[in-house]
């Protein structure tokens, strides 16, 4: 794990022991897919400053900056200053109003795919294994989009080869921004070592549907990203008592709306927390 530098790593070394998860095995040669400083483009210089709420709407993203919007359950919209839109774990329920780009699903259940996705979407980006014995693989360019996978829950659901979930990462604007899906354990060795460096991280909250709470704590931890975005929290007290025990190592921040814009420039400079209302 990597070493966390702050007062409060032992507090979190105790949330990653509490999560008691056996790690699983990455794929062997995969890590050539990391997200690394260098693979995107690098704004001039380092300020840092809040992350800024924007409307809900396609609109122009300045250069150097990508668009958040939270949807719902465990769906965001993204949107580049290329031009380039897409949409996490997309249901077809938690849609925008346009057609996106790109979208990337998960087959756990229900809300978060969609059997049949709109087919004037360019790019269907599905997280599970199709046959037995598969992986997912995924690593595809749009404009000034990069999205690539990191298979998970591998062995569950009667597979013991396949895998049921992805990380999905999104590069743009020299950021890599890391949605975890319906992740059911913390990250092996191999699979962090397949995501890179870790700027934004959208981490379920439910506390046991996807993953508990101090598991949600421990992969913090290994990623160590400067913000962390919950989601998959419609369940009654679920993010309540996440934030309860979060606060005790993070700072956390609720944006007044649904969406903000981020740079390099405006990461916090430790991990933080960021709620975003609305969805």
Same mark, same amino acid.
Request: glycine share 10%; charged share 15%; proline share 6%.
């Given at each position: ?12 070394? #105790? ?37 800024? +709420? ?7 993203? +300045? ?5 958040i919007s ?23 329920? #938690? ?7 790109? /979208? ?14 709109d087919h ?20 595809? %360019? ?16 009667g597979d ?23 992740? #059911?354990?913390?990250?092996? %060795? ?13 981490? +379920? ?7 508990? #709470? ?10 160590? +990203? %400067?913000?962390? /975005? ?50």
């Amino acid at each position: 794990m990597k070493k966390f530098l702050t007062s409060n790593y032992w507090k979190a070394r #105790h949330y990653f022991l509490l999560a008691g998860t056996v790690l699983i095995i990455g794929l062997p040669g995969s890590a050539m897919a990391a997200c690394l400083l260098g693979l995107v483009g690098q704004p001039d210089g380092v300020k840092f400053a809040s992350a800024r +709420p924007i409307p809900l709407s396609v609109a122009a993203v +300045p250069k150097g900056q990508v668009s958040i919007s939270y949807i719902g359950h465990s769906s965001f919209i993204i949107e580049t200053p290329g031009g380039a839109t897409a949409v996490t774990d997309f249901n077809g329920l #938690h849609s925008p109003s346009f057609i996106p780009d790109i /979208v990337t699903m998960n087959n756990s259940h229900g809300g978060h795919y969609t059997p049949s996705p709109d087919h004037r979407i360019k790019t269907v980006l599905r997280g599970w294994s199709i046959a037995v014995g598969k992986m997912a693989q995924h690593d595809v %360019r749009y404009k000034d989009l990069r999205v690539f996978n990191i298979p998970t829950n591998i062995g569950e659901y009667g597979d013991p080869k396949g895998n049921g979930n992805s990380i999905f990462v999104f590069e743009i604007s020299g950021l890599c921004i890391a949605h975890v899906g319906h992740l #059911h354990h913390v990250l092996s %060795r191999d699979q962090l070592k397949q995501l890179g460096r870790i700027d934004i991280l959208f981490v +379920p909250i439910d506390g046991g549907m996807t993953i508990r #709470h101090e598991q949600a704590l421990a992969v913090i931890v290994q990623v160590s +990203p %400067r913000m962390v /975005v919950p989601m998959h929290f419609g369940f009654i007290g679920a993010a309540e008592r996440f934030f309860e025990m979060a606060r005790k190592l993070y700072p956390i921040k609720s944006e007044a709306g649904a969406s903000i814009l981020v740079s390099r420039r405006t990461l916090p400079k430790h991990t933080e927390i960021r709620f975003l209302q609305g969805g």
